[in-house]
């Protein structure tokens, strides 16, 4: 069978659904099958077929649909915000790209995010299944970035849109944890349309990498906490820098990396700075050796003040390290306070301080948690148990016993993308479903038309 895993992300990138994206692949071609990903390319100015030749430029088809969409937005009474109109031509221009580089022959499409389900939904031909495993939910991950402010209402009806349309733009959707399939419920997600599969981990393929040599100096006699995570709001690292400071008020005989990079990174290096910790926090930016560093760590903390299913609880757990969390999100589900780690209110610095104060003070505490983790880890965390399920969904469907009838937001009446998609066919050779009008098949119709 050939199988397509697709992505809006860039790709590949330090986190968790590459890492998703590349275990998958792995065991699926194990199984015989071939297997093929899209996403966006690294320069974020194309997009391509990893590890092949197949890659097109982005702004070939920014140019075709960029005016079309912008006229459609102008003539609204109410203007439309700028980022929605940069979303919709993003959105657009992702699914002429994977039209281009080709969807017809595939036997099964896998998306990993809403953007890219809703994208190959639309322009895949209707016989070929799509299946879609959402890692997270960005509307959710919208309010957090939000710290309190209030949103725009006509940007929050899209960004519920997105979810809503997103989620649904498959024939069955897989979720990792029952917390996102309850909050995607809350997008008006049928419970019915969602199966959970929680992720699994190589085991094997970690354990040797745990064992590898790291290239980062750590400095002796110092406790050593690691926080393995991208340098975003949603994962809490402000919060932790607070809880530091209270930590450093009490001991000073550690250290703690940030594991990650983000766009966030100059904003907490100011912040450690003017809370005295540059000598208590260091920066190293992405790594390819994160199990080997937290081999060598003592602790691992992840504040998150939104999350699915992290890997990096999953990780800690098969290093035998102990672990301190956030309750947020699906966290509870992997995490049982004071058996397998300690667990903190999201978004509070002094809980977060106390537990990993604890941690340092108390040897057996670190061990029994840490072993805890690690037996819970290894009977939960079978990669095995999540390829049996995954691979029986699509069989579900393959056998079309759950195939759904083609579902898009209203069109736009002026059918502007007609003459684009008609000039694609003939000139370019490229599918696109005879239903389809590009730019008229948006997001913002379902809240305005």
């Not at 896998?110 to 960005?138: M, Y």
């Not at 072993?371 to 880890?377: A, F, I, Q, R, V």
């Not at 393959?398 to 007609?418: D, M």
Request: some cysteine; overall charge neutral.
């Amino acid at each position: 069978m050939k199988i397509l895993l697709a992505t809006y992300w860039l790709l590949p990138h330090v986190g968790g659904v590459w890492v998703y994206i590349q275990d998958l692949k792995a065991r699926l071609e194990k199984l015989g099958h071939e297997v093929e990903v899209l996403a966006r390319h690294p320069d974020d100015k194309s997009y391509y077929i990893l590890n092949t030749n197949r890659r097109v430029e982005k702004k070939y088809f920014k140019q075709l649909i960029s005016r079309e969409i912008k006229t459609i937005y102008a003539s609204q009474i109410k203007p439309i915000d700028p980022w929605i109109v940069d979303q919709e031509i993003e959105f657009c221009s992702f699914a002429l790209g994977a039209a281009y580089l080709g969807l017809q022959h595939y036997d099964l499409i896998h998306t990993q995010d809403v953007i890219s389900s809703r994208a190959l939904w639309q322009i895949k031909p209707e016989h070929v299944p799509l299946i879609n495993t959402i890692h997270g939910c960005l509307a959710t991950d919208y309010i957090v970035s939000l710290e309190g402010k209030t949103s725009s209402a006509l940007i929050w009806k899209y960004a519920c849109a997105r979810e809503y349309y997103g989620a649904t733009s498959s024939d069955l959707a897989i979720v990792p944890t029952n917390w996102l399939q309850r909050t995607l419920g809350g997008y008006m997600v049928p419970q019915e349309h969602m199966r959970v599969v929680p992720y699994g981990l190589d085991i094997e393929s970690y354990i040797q990498r745990i064992n590898q040599a790291s290239s980062l100096n750590l400095p002796p006699n110092t406790r050593i906490i690691a926080c393995p995570a991208r340098l975003d709001k949603v994962k809490g690292h402000s919060c932790l820098l607070d809880a530091l400071y209270k930590l450093k008020e009490l001991r000073n005989d550690w250290i703690c990396l940030f594991i990650g990079d983000g766009n966030l990174r100059t904003e907490l290096e100011a912040k450690a700075a003017s809370l005295g910790l540059h000598q208590h926090v260091k920066f190293t930016g992405s790594r390819a050796d994160v199990p080997a560093i937290l081999q060598r760590s003592d602790i691992v903390v992840l504040p998150s003040l939104n999350d699915n299913q992290p890997y990096a609880v999953m990780e800690a757990h098969i290093s035998r390290k102990p672990i301190v969390v956030s309750d947020a999100g699906g966290i509870p589900e992997m995490v049982t306070h004071g058996l397998t780690g300690l667990m903190a209110r999201a978004g509070d610095s002094d809980e977060l301080s106390l537990y990993l104060l604890c941690l340092l003070e108390n040897e057996a505490l670190r061990e029994s948690v840490a072993s805890g983790g690690y037996n819970w880890g290894i009977s939960q965390w079978s990669i095995h148990t999540m390829m049996e399920r995954t691979t029986a969904l699509y069989a579900e469907v393959l056998n079309n016993r759950s195939i759904r009838k083609v579902i898009h937001p209203p069109k736009h009446p002026g059918q502007h993308g007609q003459g684009i998609c008609t000039w694609l066919r003939t000139n370019q050779n490229m599918y696109i479903p005879s239903f389809y009008s590009i730019v008229d098949d948006h997001i913002v119709g379902s809240v305005l038309f």
